[in-house]
């Protein structure tokens, strides 16, 4: 019991201490990174794709969090990550918006649409820079080369891949974490490629992605390769000097499946409403009902927690983790109706370390709700009810909208 508290008030002041880094030294930088890509989205000649980009930018709480990492790097290296984060989640959101978008289009298609998020993850020399937009200017490096969207010659995709490269490039052990990166990003495109499939591909390629022993859900295992959170983490460790290959492996392990499958799926409880709007499935839908989703999502929570605890330094990750699931069971849609069964059974297994962060969250809601800008995720909470799997069955399994966080 006394270790148990110990930690927990360690925790505490890693996590007031993060806050003042967060919100003095992180989120100003990333309120001008996203005004400066707002700008550029707004000079996209092709209005189509303008609204797409601006669309894409309005999910501000996803770029925040990604850059939420820079919070426990060190100074000299911490707008680079920053940096970083906020084109690499940028790009995920523009290319999810335009995915979402384009009506049915087929595995190849998606693949190739998402295929810039490995490019922006490509090792480039220090110095071999590129005006930002101006796309196939991309210097000498060939792994810089790109191949945007039809939709995209403007030059605003290739813009977030050059600038994600360009902030790599100062990461002092960038090449030692970009194998584990690249893996991350590669199960991103992968899912994204079944996003118009019907649920055999993506439940075969779940099940294969599933480590053995580890019970999950092939759903679950599915959703986790959605997750952005891989890749933001590498990139973070890229910033320390001299790491070893062991913490990389061990931060690919945390992250994936645990710590990605309770992201995803959280992400898919606050999006159960918009989601049946849209006529999209949901991943939620696959337990079997709200008894059964509160148990296995406290499950992942408890998993991710546990990594999370178990990653050095210590301390560091159990408040991101908590942040991160605050952020979703903070939103309106976390407590209505069915969801509301989720979120207290996941809180339970957070205890004290989610109620500041949420806190937190909740306050930042109401605020923007009361100004009339909500900055975040979700939509209206009125009348939300999940379709569990057992009244909507396999045949509602159509299309598998973007994870994206």
Request: proline fraction near 5%; charge should be neutral.
């Amino acid at each position: 019991m006394g270790a148990t508290v110990a930690g927990s008030f360690a925790s505490g002041a890693t996590f007031a201490r993060a806050t003042r880094t967060y919100w003095g030294s992180v989120f100003p930088q990333v309120r001008r990174e996203l005004a400066g890509w707002r700008e550029r989205a707004q000079e996209i000649p092709d209005p189509a794709l303008r609204a797409q980009a601006l669309e894409a930018l309005e999910k501000r709480g996803n770029m925040e969090g990604a850059a939420a990492f820079a919070t426990f790097v060190g100074h000299e290296q911490r707008s680079a990550v920053v940096r970083a984060t906020v084109a690499f989640q940028t790009a995920y959101n523009h290319l999810d918006t335009i995915s979402e978008q384009s009506g049915e289009i087929g595995p190849a298609q998606a693949r190739t649409l998402h295929e810039a998020l490995l490019a922006a993850l490509a090792c480039v020399r220090p110095g071999a820079r590129s005006s930002r937009g101006r796309s196939g200017e991309s210097g000498h490096d060939p792994e810089r080369q790109i191949h945007p969207p039809k939709n995209n010659a403007d030059g605003y995709l290739q813009a977030l891949v050059e600038t994600c490269q360009e902030a790599l490039s100062e990461l002092p052990s960038y090449e030692v974490v970009a194998p584990a990166a690249r893996r991350a990003a590669e199960r991103v495109v992968s899912f994204q490629a079944f996003n118009r499939r019907e649920r055999g591909p993506i439940e075969r390629w779940g099940r294969a992605q599933t480590p053995p022993g580890s019970d999950l859900c092939w759903w679950e295992t599915a959703a986790s390769g959605g997750s952005s959170l891989g890749v933001h983490v590498t990139i973070a460790a890229a910033a320390e000097p001299g790491i070893e290959q062991a913490h990389v492996d061990a931060l690919e392990r945390a992250y994936f499946p645990w710590i990605g499958a309770l992201h995803s799926m959280l992400d898919q409880l606050i999006d159960v409403e918009e989601d049946a709007s849209s006529g999209q499935p949901n991943l939620i839908e696959l337990y079997g009902s709200p008894a059964e989703a509160a148990e296995r999502m406290a499950l992942l929570a408890g998993r991710a927690l546990e990594c999370a605890r178990g990653l050095e330094p210590k301390h560091r990750h159990e408040p991101i983790v908590a942040a991160m699931a605050s952020f979703y069971l903070a939103a309106p849609e976390a407590r209505v109706g069915e969801a509301a069964v989720v979120t207290r059974a996941v809180l339970d297994v957070f205890g004290r370390l989610a109620w500041p962060a949420l806190a937190i969250f909740r306050a930042r809601r109401e605020l923007s709700r009361f100004s009339g800008r909500f900055e975040g995720c979700g939509g209206a909470a009125q009348g939300q009810s999940i379709r569990w799997a057992s009244s909507a069955g396999p045949s509602s399994i159509r299309a598998l909208r973007s994870i994206g966080s």
